[in-house]
């Protein structure tokens, strides 16, 4: 019923710079959160940054200065630009959405496929 499609991750160099989308497609009728997670090679998905649907953004400690969640609600899409990107960055990024289903009584979950961030030192 609802997809998310992630797009924007790739290669970079230690201090360079992505920007991460991720639309959401489907019977939507509302979409509460966003959030954007990542997981390194070996280690437990983490929580990365959390925008609402009244704006209310908060991020990782990790991720705090360096990191810039937005959102366009015209076109159900979320991003997060990354800066000053480090080696300790690198993992799969996942958007996650809360959101209403059109004529839903209660919200659903739903997460994309991931997209790879690569930083070189």
């Known amino acids: 019923q609802v997809q998310l499609v992630e797009s924007g991750g790739g290669l970079v160099q230690t201090g360079g710079s992505l920007k991460l989308s991720c639309s959401a497609s489907g019977r939507i009728a509302m979409i509460n959160v966003w959030n954007w997670y990542r997981q390194a090679s070996g280690k437990q998905r983490e929580w990365v940054a959390t925008?609402?649907?009244?704006?209310?953004?908060s991020y990782a400690e990790s991720v705090k200065g360096r990191f810039t969640i937005s959102r366009n609600s015209a076109k159900n899409t979320v991003y997060l630009q990354l800066d000053s990107l480090k080696p300790e960055d690198t993992a799969v990024y996942y958007c996650?959405?809360?959101?209403?289903?059109?004529?839903?009584?209660?919200?659903?979950?739903?997460w994309g496929q991931g997209t790879q961030v690569t930083v070189s030192s």
């Open positions: 925008i609402t649907q009244a704006d209310s953004r």
């Open positions: 996650h959405a809360r959101l209403f289903l059109t004529q839903a009584i209660s919200p659903s979950d739903y």
